[in-house]
Every structure is written in structure tokens, then in C-alpha cells.
């Protein structure tokens, strides 16, 4: 059973900037596509960022292109989110999720992902 647990979260003001780290454990094959989402209360998880196995392809939501970069070491099992010129619309609890399945970067639900973090929350005041 792959574990995910992420860290890095925090409060943070408006134009500044957070990293987040996912370190997965328990798998025991190839790595597969990872991915953040963020969810605030009352609503549903949203993609925020998708990459595949070797980090050759990304995904980011229009929302945060030119502010966010995903990226993975495979060496440490760990994936990250840098976010820059932070807003108070990122104010969420990003969650770190992996597919069992391969179906790739663009697959933009969360029933796309099988395995999830707990979570860590960033809040950007104003």
C-alpha cells in the first residue's frame, strides 16, 4: 500500500512564496504519475498539478501556470510543488495523490488517483 505524507505548508502573504514536498512510500514498482490537488471546505478537490513518471511531462491548471512548478526526484520517492507569487485564492489544503493507473497527466479527476496524502495546509493573507 503506497503512503503519501506531505510537508511544507504554511501562512504565507500575498506575492509570497511556499515549497511543498510528498514523500511516498510502500510502493514497489515503477513510479507513476503524482499530483497535487487543493480543496477548501464545502467544495470538491481540484487538479492543481500533474507529472508523470520521469518528470518529462506536466500539467498545470490555468490558475497557476507561470506561478507553480511540479517536479520529482524518483531517487527519494518524493515530489514537489514551488509556489510563487502566491494569491489568497491558493489558500487551500493541498493534498499530495498518486494513480494506480496509468492514465496519465491529464486525467483531471480525483477518482483518477488512488492513493492520497493526508494534506497540509497553506493560507495566503492579503
Known amino acids: 500500500q503506497v503512503q503519501l505524507v506531505e510537508s511544507g505548508g504554511g501562512l504565507v502573504q500575498a506575492g509570497g512564496s511556499l515549497s511543498l514536498s510528498c514523500a511516498a512510500s510502500g510502493r514497489t514498482d515503477v513510479a507513476r504519475v503524482m499530483a497535487w490537488f487543493r480543496q477548501v471546505p464545502g467544495k470538491e478537490r481540484d487538479l492543481v498539478a500533474a507529472?508523470?513518471?520521469?518528470?518529462?511531462?506536466?500539467y498545470y491548471v490555468d490558475a497557476v501556470k507561470g506561478r507553480f512548478t511540479i517536479s520529482r526526484d524518483n531517487a527519494k520517492n518524493t515530489i514537489h510543488l514551488q509556489m510563487n507569487n502566491l494569491k489568497p485564492d491558493d489558500t487551500a489544503n493541498y493534498l499530495c495523490a498518486e494513480q494506480r493507473m496509468n492514465y496519465g497527466v491529464y486525467a483531471t479527476s480525483p477518482g483518477a488517483y488512488d492513493y492520497w496524502g493526508q494534506g497540509t495546509q497553506v493560507t495566503v493573507s492579503s
Open positions: 507529472i508523470n513518471w520521469n518528470g518529462g511531462v506536466v
